[in-house]
């Protein structure tokens, strides 16, 4: 080999192995800016599994239906309107007793709370959780390092929950003291406690959970790996911690008797990757908190809730808006955070976790890489080795996506793919260059620049009123039927433009009629009439509003349909009745809106209803009547018809709806 080719070798492998060492070392120097590329990348390895695969195995107790043994128990803001209506039946009674009592009667093999009792010393709560014997609370954790003060002692009774377990390998775990947590008294009849502490990462989005955080030499486990160590019969002493690599459950036993080891994968820090096994409501058993306490009022429902949930574990939680545990994963920018132990704990039943090829690995890749790249561009010409670079990048990306789906394993994604488009740049050019030697326009003409950005603008302008108060009003639920799948396969560009071309038309003819835009929910939309501009007839403007929002619909349809844009058709549901309206933000956020049964009716009607059509409740329909007698001018023009007797989900009874006709169009004449 002569000099000139020895240079050319050498230089060829400076530039591939160059382009790899630099793709890493700009994660060093912008770590804010690459990680969160990298990670954002991961995030669609999970929707893409979602949809392909669909959910992942729930946990049904090893048996051949698929019926989830997980249940959550939640408290959402219907949850709330009915507690104000059962307190006032009940009085000042400790309802989370209620709940404990009903369900361990429904033999429910484990409680857990996501809620933090750190002053309650209710005596009904206590002799609850003492009878169950299944129930587990939690506590939360501070960094060491901090300011925090605790806002209760740290009480012996919490040191005894501590787990000392064989380290066989030490890392850097996250290291806490404890900040507040359940009140000792409770702690000292529950089954145990476990802290409830996950912080997301830098971009904002919750990705792992650290199964154990060390307090004074010990260790408090996160509360959704405590649930599954008991429930497999796993003491203490049967675990070990491998920092870097795993927690390892000795000898778990399982329901059908079967004993196995499980190792669940664990980072340097003791954290694992939060295996979702789907959207928040498309895996789990939800009932409501509420549903479960119609027990009180009819024991009947025991036998029933028992059928459902018998030997379930079951996850209490708030899912409220006022509960504010919300977060973004990456399935779903809306998510309740108390699903992440549901989901913690599936993973260990079901023994699928996800994993992170170790850096060797990792290594072991990128060098294989650079070994296939060195040497089609020195045996092959700069068509060839274009050609061979985009194969690797394809079959790199290609086992990305294979490792991911079928072994549930994470690894790098960016720094490898950056080296190969590096790679491939740098040789070309160089090639370029010792062709055509035309250093000087090359240079100029070579521009690299990595500076993606995502920033959302969420602009909000609340209406501060001076009160909350309850009112006799009427709600106006829309909703765009077809719009999810559509907007699926739609730019964002064009799901922005049509969406503001849409809700800006509704607007106007919500307006025109003076009603009030309560919110815009994707592609729905809640108004309501009669507040803060209050006036006798608002049903009646409800119901003109909403047959003008079906007509402007149509109107659109047959505009977008020579445009070749969606194809729109609109439900519209209508209810007339209290709802408390107001201000219901805090003093930095305020949220002029509507709450209560009645809006809840509304979204049913509308969910209910005739694609381009009206479902009106009794009571619209009614105050229709109303109108007619005062002037029937006001309502000649709309004409309603019986829809029938439907069953609404969350109503118990059969209720009466009408259908509102919408008048043709005018043809536009010849």
């Known amino acids: 080999m002569g000099d000139s080719n020895r240079r050319h070798v050498i230089l060829i492998i400076f530039l591939v192995v160059g382009s790899f060492v630099f793709s890493n070392a700009i994660f060093i120097i912008f770590p804010n800016v690459f990680d969160i590329l990298n990670i954002r990348l991961n995030d669609q390895l999970y929707k893409l599994r ?15 239906n698929d019926i989830p043994l997980i249940t959550l128990v939640e408290l959402d803001d219907r949850g709330y309107d009915k507690l104000e209506e059962l307190k006032a039946i009940y009085g000042d009674r400790f309802f989370e007793a209620d709940i404990i ?50 806002l209760q002692e740290d009480e012996k009774v919490l040191r005894e929950n501590l787990w000392n377990i064989k380290i066989t390998r030490s890392g850097n775990p996250i290291q806490a003291k404890i900040y507040y947590s359940t009140h000792p008294e409770l702690v000292q009849v529950a089954k145990g406690i476990g802290h409830i502490n996950f912080d997301p990462d830098i971009d904002g989005i919750f990705r792992r959970v650290p199964l154990i955080i060390r307090h004074d030499g010990s260790y408090f486990p996160t509360i959704s790996l405590l649930i599954a160590a008991d429930y497999l019969g796993v003491k203490p002493l049967q675990i070990e911690v491998t920092f870097g690599k795993h927690i390892l459950f000795k000898n778990a036993q399982f ?28 895996v789990f058993r939800h009932i409501s908190f509420v549903d479960v306490l119609d027990v009180l009022e009819d024991e009947d429902l025991l036998e029933i809730l028992r059928d459902e949930i018998k030997d379930n574990l079951v996850i209490v939680a708030d899912v409220s808006s006022r509960g504010k545990d919300f977060g973004a994963t990456p399935l779903e920018n809306f998510y309740p955070l108390s699903s992440v132990h549901a989901n913690i704990l599936n993973s260990i039943l079901t023994i699928n976790f996800i994993d992170d090829l170790d850096p060797w690995q990792k290594l072991s890749i990128n060098i294989l890489i650079i070994v296939i790249i060195c040497v089609a561009a020195i045996k092959t010409g700069a068509l060839v080795f274009s050609a061979i670079t985009l194969l690797i990048f394809v079959l790199f990306i290609g086992f990305v996506l294979w490792l991911f789906l079928y072994t549930n394993t994470l690894t790098a994604i960016l720094q490898p793919a950056i080296g190969i488009v590096l790679s491939f740049i740098f040789v070309n050019l160089y090639s370029y260059l010792k062709e055509e030697q035309e250093k000087a326009f090359l240079y100029q003409t070579f521009e690299s620049y990595f500076a993606p950005s995502v920033m959302n603008k969420i602009l909000k302008n609340p209406k501060t009123l001076e009160s909350s108060e309850r009112k006799v009003l009427t709600v106006l639920f829309s909703d765009i039927s077809g719009f999810t799948a559509w907007s699926s396969t739609r730019e964002p560009e064009e799901i922005h433009s049509t969406l503001n071309e ?62 070749g844009r969606l194809q729109i058709e609109m439900r519209i549901g209508i209810n007339t009745g209290p709802v408390v309206v107001g201000n219901m933000g805090s003093e930095n956020r305020v949220d002029y809106t509507v ?76």
């Open 50 to 64: 979602y949809k392909i695969k669909g959910p992942e195995e729930v946990w049904n107790g090893g048996q051949e």
């Open 101 to 150: 009592n009903i369900l361990n009667e429904a033999d429910v093999s484990g409680i857990a709370y996501d809620t933090v009792f750190a002053t309650e010393k209710e005596q009904s709560l206590i002799d609850a959780t003492s009878k169950a014997k299944s129930v587990y609370f939690p506590l939360v954790l501070a960094p060491i390092d901090t300011s925090a003060q605790p």
């Open 255 to 282: 329901p059908d008797g079967t004993k196995r080891d499980i190792k669940i994968p664990i980072d340097d820090q003791g954290r694992t990757i939060i295996n979702f096994a789907g959207n928040w409501l498309d």
């Open 502 to 563: 849409y809700f800006s038309d509704m607007a106007r003819i919500v307006f025109k009629y003076e009603g009030t835009i309560d919110k815009y929910m994707g592609d729905g939309m809640l108004a309501f009439f009669g507040d803060p501009i209050e006036y006798d007839d608002h049903a009646l403007r409800a119901v003109k509003t909403a047959i003008d929002m079906q007509q402007k619909a149509r109107e659109l349809k047959k505009k977008w349909k020579e445009q």
């Open 595 to 670: 709450l209560g049964s009645e809006v809840n009716l509304a979204q049913r009607l509308e969910a209910n209803a005739p694609l381009e059509g009206i479902l009106i409740s009794k009571s619209v329909y009614e105050e229709l009547k109303i109108e007619e007698e005062k002037d029937k001018n006001k309502t000649k023009d709309i004409k309603t018809s019986l829809f029938g007797n439907i069953n609404l989900k969350g109503i118990t009874e059969e209720i009466e709806v009408y259908e509102v006709e919408v008048p043709e169009l005018d043809k536009e004449p010849d």
